[in-house]
């Protein structure tokens, strides 16, 4: 089912989470539920050099399709420094199938200036934001 907002068709699918992690993966429980494995949630990471330094960590969203929902989307996702200012941004096709949940991988290549905080903002069009920090420490 769309949904009509101002003119403007609007898809319903939901972002239950979003969080930086080392490693995914994926199995089948008993019954043929499906798992998923996640390794490594992190929300800081010590620096691999000094900055300036681009760090590539993998951002996993997990995401919800409603029964009545057609499961085709676009995830949206926009790196912000602590000035608010676009590092990265990376925008992808979405489909999970009605009734279903699904996982996307969004791998960003980012350039800390300095030591501090990197802001994932991810939504599906037309949804709401959710916010994920990533902080860069000082080499261990």
Do not use: W
């Not at 995830?75 to 996307?104: W, Y």
């Amino acid at each position: 089912m769309l949904r009509a907002t101002a003119g403007v068709a609007s898809i319903r699918m939901d972002i239950l989470a979003a969080l930086f992690v080392e490693n995914l993966g994926q199995r089948q429980a008993v019954g043929g539920a499906t798992r998923i494995d996640l390794n490594g949630i992190m929300f800081s990471l010590a620096a691999p050099s000094p900055p300036p330094v681009t760090v590539s960590p993998h951002l996993v969203v997990l995401l919800r399709c409603r029964p009545d929902e057609p499961g085709q989307g676009t995830l949206e996702v926009e790196f912000l420094d602590g000035d608010g200012k676009q590092v990265a941004r990376n925008v992808q096709p979405v489909m999970v199938q009605p009734g279903k949940f699904g996982r996307q991988l969004v791998k960003g290549e980012l350039t800390y200036e300095e030591y501090g905080t990197i802001e994932a903002h991810c939504h599906i069009t037309g949804g709401s934001d959710v916010v994920v920090p990533l902080t860069l420490l000082p080499p261990a």
